[in-house]
């Protein structure tokens, strides 16, 4: 095992591998607060992907509600129920990742979901936490809550898939940090699924291998984002590449939300894998479940996120409306008077969009047509 720093537990861990960065990563931001559930995205990737013989129940992006929804069948709850305390000091993380947990027989602590476990994608979908009572009003944190929760493969600094792989099939590219299974090395040992505590590698029953996410990389190549971030119709996925912890660019936006402003935050961080999605949480539901889940700069994130929708925090506002305004990756932005102006990596300007959407409101009534209109903005 090799020491390794782990930003996101502010300390150094165990893996399996020395440290190793690759010359750019692809990351993304979403933005829970707009998630509809709408699946659209995961019908984006289905059909460009998964929908091939033995991928019939394969969602490589899924979406499931939380708190009860699960996809496999409490992948999360099943792992945070045996990896111990999961204390926090500050922003350092004092209990054990799966690497530290497995034990001296173990490299990593994981579990293989049995095929039932897989037949539900919807299972919870719009369960609240609690029920409703009689007279009870909107308040925040809202009494009974739920969110919408998308997921994909979190091409991950330390993956868990590639160190579990007794076949070396699994790597991570040098030039974007895409983690890909090679499907020709591959004998489907099923190790990477049992490794990733996030599950989102998946089992094709015909071929026998294994698959995952692959962040859509002829895509990157061209400078265009993946399918599910380009068919989001919440208009919640930011994407682009993330520079190392110790050096961030205040004008990278990826970089901007995560490291200067801390609004975007790592899933279940305390697992040691530092994944590369990063969620805004939903400012409805309660902080110490969104502590469990994202860590302990929950309530500071959430704070920020409400000072945004105050007008307080111009340039994010700006990020999250400039870049679900197109296709292509946006590597840097400036703001500049009213307006918010995205480069691709070639520092060629890709978008150009008001800091703020103008609303038009239009009359209520419309004398020329004599109808009453039902949306008016
Ligand atoms: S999320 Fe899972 S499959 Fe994706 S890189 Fe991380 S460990 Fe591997
Ligand atoms: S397409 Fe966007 S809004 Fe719809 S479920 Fe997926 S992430 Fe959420």
């Known amino acids: 095992m090799a020491d390794v720093y782990n930003w996101q537990l502010g300390r150094k861990m165990e893996y399996i591998y020395e440290e190793h960065h690759p010359r750019k990563q692809i990351s993304w931001v979403y933005d829970l607060n707009k998630c509809i559930g709408c699946h659209t995205c995961s019908l984006g990737c289905k059909t460009t992907w998964t929908s091939g013989r033995g991928q019939e129940y394969m969602f490589w992006n899924s979406v499931e509600t939380k708190p009860y929804g699960y996809w496999p069948l409490g992948w999360d709850v099943r792992l945070l129920e045996v990896l111990g305390v999961q204390e926090w000091k500050g922003d350092k993380y004092n209990g054990k990742t799966i690497f530290e947990a497995a034990g001296p027989e173990k490299a990593f602590l994981g579990f293989l979901p049995e095929t039932e476990d897989w037949a539900y994608p919807n299972l919870g979908e719009d ?16 009494i009974a809550w739920m969110f919408y929760f998308p997921r994909t493969c979190n091409h991950c600094t330390y993956p868990a898939c590639l ?9 991570k590219r040098e030039e974007d ?7 020709h090395r591959c004998r489907g040992y099923r190790e990477c699924i049992r490794a990733c505590p996030y599950k989102r590698p998946m089992f094709n029953t015909v071929s026998k291998v294994s698959e995952k996410c692959i962040a859509c990389y002829p895509a990157l190549a061209e400078g265009v984002q993946s399918r599910c971030v380009v068919n989001c119709i919440g208009k919640i996925r930011i994407q682009g590449f993330k ?11 990826i970089d901007f939300l995560v490291h200067f402003k801390k609004i975007g935050l790592p899933i279940y961080p305390q697992f040691g894998l530092e994944p590369n999605l990063y969620y805004i949480p939903p400012i409805h539901v309660p902080i110490p479940y969104l502590r469990q889940m994202f860590g302990p700069g929950a309530a500071q994130a959430v ?3 409400q000072r945004m929708r105050e007008g307080k925090e111009p340039e994010i506002q700006a990020i999250l409306h400039l870049m679900t305004s197109t296709e292509y990756i946006v ?5 500049k008077g009213s307006e918010v102006i995205g480069y691709d990596e070639k520092q060629k300007e890709v978008v150009r969009v008001p800091v703020r959407e103008p609303i038009h409101v239009r009359p209520h009534y419309d004398e020329k047509l004599a109808v009453y209109r039902h949306n008016i903005t």
């Open 331 to 335: 590597t840097r932005f400036l703001v």
């Open 177 to 183: 940090g895409v983690v890909l299974i090679d499907q």
């Open 303 to 305: 704070a920020t996120y």
């Open 243 to 253: 520079n190392r912890h110790d050096k961030p660019d205040p004008e990278n936006p």
């Open 163 to 171: 160190a579990a792989c007794p076949r070396k099939a699994i790597y």
């Open 127 to 142: 369960d609240l936490s609690s029920p409703v009572e009689k007279g009870s009003h909107f308040s925040l944190p809202h």
